[in-house]
């Protein structure tokens, strides 16, 4: 298995743009978890889904943030619009099971830089 | 108020034991904790996992008390690449309003 795979790795664009990040969990995996790694705050939380289905946002930082998972094999977190403080390294991670008795599988994550 | 807190920062000289505890007050009687691994430009990497007492595998072991408050993890005989940052991970509450909490991560650096 190719493991989580996000995309881009690196993502520069400037204030009031829309940024989309796509993720592609393991295959069979029935949770999706979207963190965001900051030096301040480090590892966060910001959304996770079950079979699909958005289970706790409470993470998303604001409306600015949206995030989709249309299907077992895809989703995306949009930040609309961007702002510099948005600036991080976004995570997708994916378990086979209960919330945390299954070990999580990340992604190399995206580095975004908001200018 | 739920909190995974772990030190900042340590240093080791190669061949050595290193000991990185973690506490997690509150944390859901029955879920695990867990252990990341993570380099630079990475995601974070399972290591261990463990309910209480100790659980041993082929990189670490892990330690927990029988009051679950704490957990320590044990890497024997460090080498220059385990130079990392590591997270400890644990899940307070349960079912869907349960959250899993990150401690903010330590900073392991060994030294030849």
């Known amino acids: 298995d190719a493991g989580v795979i996000q995309s881009p790795r690196h993502e520069v664009t400037e204030m009031g743009q829309e940024v989309t990040l796509r993720c592609k969990p393991i295959?069979?995996?029935?949770?999706l978890f979207w963190y965001r790694q900051t030096m301040m705050r480090g590892l966060e939380l910001l959304i996770y889904?079950?079979?699909?289905?958005?289970?706790?946002d409470s993470g998303m930082p604001e409306d600015r943030f949206s995030a989709k998972m249309p299907n077992a094999s895809f989703s995306t977190l949009k930040i609309q619009p961007s702002e510099p403080r948005d600036s991080a390294v976004y995570f997708c991670?994916?378990?086979?099971?209960?919330?945390?008795?299954?070990?999580?599988?990340f992604g190399s994550g995206t580095q975004l830089s908001v200018l | 108020l739920a909190k995974t807190t772990q030190p900042i920062s340590m240093d080791s000289y190669e061949g050595q034991e290193v000991n990185i505890t973690c506490s997690h007050n509150?944390?859901?009687?029955?879920?695990?904790i867990t252990w990341y691994q993570q380099f630079p430009s990475q995601g974070p990497r399972f290591i261990i996992q463990?309910?209480?007492t100790k659980v041993t595998n082929e990189v670490a072991s892990l330690f927990i008390p029988a009051d679950r408050k704490s957990s320590t993890l044990s890497l024997p005989r460090v080498s220059l690449s385990d130079t990392a940052v590591y997270y400890c991970?644990?899940?307070?509450?349960?079912?869907?309003?349960?959250?899993?909490?990150f401690g903010q991560g330590t900073t392991l650096q060994v030294k030849p």
């Open positions: 509150n944390i859901a009687t029955n879920d695990y």
């Open positions: 991970l644990a899940l307070y509450g349960s079912g869907n309003t349960g959250k899993l909490i």
């Open positions: 463990g309910y209480k």
């Open positions: 889904f079950n079979n699909n289905v958005p289970i706790d």
């Open positions: 991670a994916s378990s086979s099971s209960a919330l945390s008795n299954e070990k999580l599988f």
């Open positions: 295959s069979g995996h029935d949770y």
